[in-house]
């Protein structure tokens, strides 16, 4: 499905939508309540885990759609194609795993786009975060073409991020 959105004849507004996937307490719940529920950073109580897929309607000049997942969701669980999305972000996703949805996704959808973000930065050590991000930047590009060569100029683009300063 196209990126583009557009107001449809019968009214309803076209939107488009972007998977959030990561393991679990690994932020993506936490992130959307800072980005559009305004929470203050400060009051970062505990949060529940997410035990079914939570629909967020963002009605910026471009209206999107943001599908909140839980920490465990597959492919196969997520009642949905991936046909559908214009975006996967994901969110400290194992590498593993990380490299088997690329594949998949790449497969179903290849306009798709993915945002990998490196969360919690804040925890790394300063002298060691830079280092740590392209060495992570760096091995999933790698496990990438091993998986095929064509994925040699694969647009992947990686964020470090941290609710604790302005990188969302
Ligand atoms: N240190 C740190 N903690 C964070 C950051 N972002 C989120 N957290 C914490 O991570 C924990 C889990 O956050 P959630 O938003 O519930 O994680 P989730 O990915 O939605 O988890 P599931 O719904 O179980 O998949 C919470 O205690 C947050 O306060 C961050 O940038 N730095
Ligand atoms: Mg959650």
């Known amino acids: ?6 107001a449809k004849s019968n009214g309803t507004i076209h ?9 679990r307490r690994s932020g993506k719940t ?12 400060k009051q970062t109580f505990y949060l529940e885990p997410t035990m079914r897929v939570a629909k967020h309607f963002i009605d ?12 465990n969701i597959t492919v196969d669980t997520l ?15 194992p590498v593993s795993k990380l490299i088997e949805l690329i594949v998949a996704a790449c497969q179903v959808n290849p306009d798709i786009n993915f945002e990998v973000f490196v969360h919690k930065a804040e925890r790394l050590q300063e002298d060691d975060k830079i280092e740590n991000f392209c060495q992570i930047h760096e091995h999933v590009m790698d496990r990438l ?3 095929s060569p064509e994925f040699e100029q694969f647009p992947l683009n ?6 604790y300063d302005h990188s969302l």
């Open 60 to 71: 910026t000049i471009i209206p999107f759609e943001i599908w909140d997942c839980p920490g």
């Open 30 to 41: 936490l992130i959307l309540q800072v980005l559009f529920d305004d929470l203050p950073v």
């Open 79 to 93: 009642g949905a194609s991936l046909i559908d999305f214009s975006t996967i972000d994901l969110y400290q996703h």
């Open 15 to 23: 939107r488009t939508k972007r998977l959030f996937l990561g393991m």
């Open 145 to 147: 073409v091993d998986e």
């Open 158 to 163: 990686f964020h470090l991020t941290s609710i």
């Open 1 to 6: 499905m196209s990126s583009s959105s557009s």
